[in-house]
């Protein structure tokens, strides 16, 4: 019987023992798997605090886009100028009445109507620019510029004359002092594009680009634009400054 008692013992012990042994190395595995992971994640996932490569810049190529782009602006605001907006937010009801894929024209066409606006013209007009600051917001977050899926919508008199302004051709765009998009078009050479919009897209061939041309074709002019997004978007200012003859929102 003692000889079969420690047997016994001794086999309940192996066991305890084997048992001991597996269960510490599952929880080994299982330790240096979520050590791994954790490790993983930090490298590829979490975004570092510091910037690890150093921007690749040339100061003579800075300093020359900053005296084009002052240049351009000194030039505008010594001109005479005629205000479209201040302050348009797109409505609610335009941005659903003309939604892509959804529209309606007859309901888009009405909510265009209610923020456009008519000018006259005497005289001859020898230069004349588009001067827009926009800003848009989503959801919570703070009104800014523009992203790569936002656009302004523009319209001068007709068809030809409409769509989404192709902001990578315009001969100033940049951002303003309060962090909002701020163009410049020469309306001798205006590009229009579609939606979905994309900054690097060649301007559309069946819009006429010679909006100068059409300003001096008639004395009577009807002018709208918006800002194309499905958050909060919101034309600051809208300006038309130019030289020669006078311009009237009417």
């Given at each position: ?50 910037i ?17 782009e ?40 009405k909510?265009?109507a ?14 004349a ?7 848009i ?32 051709k ?31 897209a ?26 194309a ?15 020669g ?6």
């Amino acid at each position: 019987m003692s000889k079969n008692n420690n047997f016994n013992n001794f086999t309940v012990q192996v066991l305890k023992n084997e048992t001991f042994q597996r269960a510490f190395a599952s929880l080994f595995i299982v330790s240096v798997s979520i050590l791994l992971t954790a490790f993983l994640y930090s490298k590829l996932f979490v975004e570092p605090k510091t910037i690890t490569r150093e921007p690749e810049i040339s100061a003579e190529s800075i300093k020359n886009a900053v005296t084009r782009e002052n240049t351009i602006l000194s030039k505008i605001q010594s001109m005479n100028s005629v205000s479209i907006y201040e302050g348009l937010t797109t409505p609610q009801s335009l941005i659903d009445a003309c939604v892509m894929g959804k529209k309606i024209a007859e309901s888009c066409n009405k909510e265009v109507a209610k923020i456009s606006k008519f000018m006259s013209i005497d005289g001859v007009v020898i230069e004349a620019y588009l001067y827009i600051k926009a800003a848009i917001s989503r959801e919570s977050s703070p009104i800014s510029a523009l992203t790569k899926y936002d656009s302004i919508w523009f319209l001068l008199d007709k068809e030809k004359h409409s769509g989404q302004l192709l902001r990578s051709k315009a001969i100033h765009n940049g951002i303003s002092e309060e962090g909002f998009t701020e163009i410049i078009f020469d309306l001798s050479n205006v590009s229009f594009t579609h939606l979905p919009y994309n900054d690097n897209a060649q301007p559309d061939s069946d819009k006429e680009s010679d909006l100068l041309k059409t300003l001096n074709s008639s004395n009577k002019h009807i002018i709208s634009s918006f800002i194309a997004t499905l958050g909060y978007g919101k034309i600051v200012e809208m300006k038309i400054y130019y030289k020669g003859g006078l311009i009237k929102v009417i």
